[in-house]
C-alpha cells in the first residue's frame, strides 16, 4: 500500500532554516506530482507547495515564496521542503501528498511538526 | 487569488442527510474536492472531480457543483462521520494555485 512518512520537523529559532523530508513507497513515485500542505494548531489546511513528477515545474503559496523551496530525488524516492526565514506564523505540522489529477490529494502522510519558537 | 468560503460548523442527528457548502466565485466552472480530518489524523479524500468516490470510501458520501457553490452530502449520517470537512480546488489560472475552503466542523447530534 502507499506509504508517505514525513521527517525533520521539531523546534527552531525565528528566522532559521530547516528541511523536511517525505519517504514514498508503495507508489510510482517518480510519475506523481507530489505537494506540501500544513495545518497551523487549531486551524485549517493551508497548501504550500507543488512540484511536478519530473521536478520541472513548482507552484507556491504567496505567504512561502522565496522562503520555501520544494525539490524532490526521484532515485531515492524522496520529497523535500527546504524551509527558511521561518517565523511563528510557520508553526504547524506538515503534511506531504500526492497530487494526482489537476490537482487533488489522494494520499497523505501522517504529518511532522514544525514548532518556531524563541 | 481565489477564495473558498464555508460555513464554521454544522450539526446533524444519526441517520439524517448533511449538507456542507463551499462557495466560491463561479466554482461551478472548477473541478471541486473534499477531504474529511477526523481530529490527530492526516485529510483523507473522500469526493473528487465534484462527484466521483475514491477507492473504499462508501457512496452515502456525494457532491455536486453549480454556479457559486459546491456541496457535499453526507447520506445515512453516522457518529463515525463526526469529522472537520474542507473542499479544494486547483486554479490553474493564479500563480498560487492550490486552495482550501476554511472547513466545516461536522457534529452528529
Known amino acids: 500500500q502507499v506509504q508517505l512518512v514525513e521527517s525533520g520537523g521539531g523546534v527552531v529559532q525565528p528566522g532559521r532554516s530547516l528541511r523536511l523530508s517525505c519517504a514514498a513507497s508503495?507508489?510510482?513515485?517518480?510519475?506523481?506530482?507530489m505537494t506540501w500542505v500544513r495545518q497551523g494548531p487549531g486551524k485549517g489546511l493551508e497548501w504550500v507547495a507543488l512540484i511536478s513528477n519530473d521536478g520541472t515545474i513548482k507552484y507556491y503559496a504567496d505567504s512561502v515564496k522565496g522562503r520555501f523551496a520544494i525539490s524532490r530525488d526521484n532515485s531515492k524516492n524522496t520529497l523535500y521542503l527546504e524551509m527558511n526565514s521561518l517565523t511563528t506564523e510557520d508553526t504547524a505540522v506538515y503534511y506531504c501528498a500526492r497530487g494526482t489529477g489537476w490537482y487533488y490529494f489522494d494520499f497523505w502522510g501522517q504529518g511532522t511538526l514544525v514548532s518556531v519558537s524563541s | 487569488s481565489y477564495v473558498l468560503t464555508q460555513s464554521p460548523s454544522v450539526s446533524v442527528a444519526p441517520g439524517q442527510t448533511a449538507s456542507i457548502s463551499c462557495g466560491g466565485d463561479?466554482?461551478?466552472?472548477?473541478?471541486v474536492h473534499w477531504y474529511q480530518q477526523k481530529p490527530g489524523q492526516a485529510p483523507v479524500l473522500v469526493v473528487y472531480d465534484d462527484s466521483d468516490w475514491p477507492s473504499g470510501i462508501p457512496e452515502r458520501f456525494s457532491g455536486s457543483n453549480s454556479g457559486d457553490a459546491a456541496t457535499l452530502t453526507i447520506s445515512r449520517v453516522e457518529a463515525g462521520d463526526e469529522a472537520d470537512y474542507y473542499c479544494q480546488v486547483w486554479d490553474n489560472k493564479s500563480d498560487h494555485p492550490g486552495v482550501f475552503g476554511g472547513g466545516t466542523k461536522l457534529t452528529v447530534l
Open positions: 508503495g507508489l510510482t513515485f517518480g510519475s506523481s506530482a
Open positions: 463561479n466554482i461551478g466552472t472548477k473541478s
